[in-house]
């Protein structure tokens, strides 16, 4: 028989539990119920963060240029835009703060690498310019307007207030000019000097140049782009196009900034702004509208030829490339989204994807930061080298057209000879000025560079003597217009 202490001993535990298991079961449901709560509490709050992305702060209009102001409500886009202050090279692109010092013209502190240092050869390409005098990195929007001010571009040419159009924010400048029509003030901001403009604007590029204050949608606040965009989509059988009426809101997010990341001119004796779409968006398009027309930025001082400068036209090169052609905007790889709490917002740092290749590259493209960045690296060095290569030969051929003048300057050939300097000089700058070396459409800078050798090549033909090829073209150039030089 067992004893009475064997025979106990299993009860024990069972009586513990006996004892305490509703309580145990209570203090478990009420810690899974606050659990819960808490749980569902912060799921609504995120709803209702993400239903609300912005704080009514302060009342926004049509005026309120001023990004801080902005920033009241919106404090983690102004947060992202103001740190466009950032200065970081890339290896094609950027730029290090370089120390200076402040002058009575020039009170900036900093400035960027100078494009003319790092290639010589530059002074030579661009011989009798302004761009010969000063041309540096860009940096980032919040420099945009200062830098171009300081330019000592400024200093060697009289710029007019058309310049302005891409340096600043310039809505409420439009505004005023034009009482309340921006069509109006844009065609008389571009005929004030330089400096009389620019005393109208406060900031650099600001929020209400791209968003509505009402609805914060993107709109376009270029009257050169409306224009510009007018003329493109006539030439694809669209008439009477209104960007801002009927661009989508995905088209919206590359046009937005390519109201100023184009290649223009000035037209007239107005100086008024021109994008040169009558034929196209591609460089050869480009250039056979100013050859119609007989434009010219100014004479190139060893070879005489009236030549052309080409802006920044990022607009139209990534138009060529294989992202447009995939519908990725310039904002999915410059301001891809980025997470702040229930929040997805656009980031308005607006840099280099090269140096947030996380968030600009890898949504797509499933290959590792590394891979990446050796992609995009090897064609850049490929477009630079190729871009080097066309340098020299229009050099080459700028110096022999120098020594043709100097030899006989009745020489009939010299005029040929100009002609192709002309067409060769403005295709390898339409690649050396777009800010991407390349990579917004590799192959049509590769093409685009060969044809530039290509065109200085025969050049050199002709003004040694030698037999044209017979499909050369007629490119004697039309009278050019009186200009001022471009301020970039």
Known sequence: MATPEATNEPDRPRSWWRRYRWFILTVGVALA????????TNIMERQQEALDPFYRVTELTDTTTNPAVWGENFPVQYDLYRRTVDQVRTRYG??????????????????????????????????????????REERG???MFIDQMYTERQRVAQQPGTCLNCHASTYTVYKELGDGDIMEGFERM???????????????????????????????????????MRTLKATQGVEDYDVNVDASRHEMRTYVCAQCHVEYYFEGPEKRLVYPWQKGLQADSILAYYEETGFSDWQHATSGTRSLKAQHPEFEMYSQGIHAQNGVTCSDCHMPYTRVGAMKVSDHWVRSPLLNVNNACQTCHKASEEELLTRAHTIQS??????????????ELTKAIAAAIE??????????????????????DFVEAENSM???????????????????????????????????????????????????
Request: charge should be negative; glycine fraction near 6%.
């Open 438 to 488: 390349g990579f917004h459409a590799d192959q049509e800078a590769m093409r685009v560079l060969g044809e530039a050798i290509n065109y200085a090549r025969i050049g050199q033909v002709a003004i040694y003597g030698g037999p044209l090829p017979p499909t050369a073209p007629a490119l004697t150039p039309a009278p050019p217009q009186t200009v001022t030089p471009a301020a970039d």
């Open 190 to 228: 571009n005929q004030l000097p330089y400096q009389e403009a620019a005393a109208m604007a406060e900031h650099p590029v600001s929020c209400i140049d791209c968003h509505d204050p009402e609805t914060m949608q993107l709109r376009i606040t270029r009257p050169a782009f409306i224009h510009g």
């Open 382 to 395: 490929r477009t630079y080298q190729m871009r080097n290569t066309a340098i020299d030969a229009v050099l």
């Open 94 to 135: 950027g730029s290090e703060a370089l120390p200076r010092q402040p002058t009575v013209l020039d009170p900036r502190e900093e400035v960027s690498t100078s494009r003319l240092v790092d290639d010589p050869r530059l002074r030579e390409f661009w011989a009798g310019y302004a761009f010969a005098e000063d041309f």
């Open 33 to 40: 119920t606050v659990g819960l709560l808490a749980l569902l």
């Open 407 to 428: 030899a006989d300057a009745e020489n009939p050939r010299i005029a040929t000879a100009q002609a192709y300097q002309r067409k060769a000089q403005f295709l390898t």
């Open 141 to 143: 929007h919040a420099y």
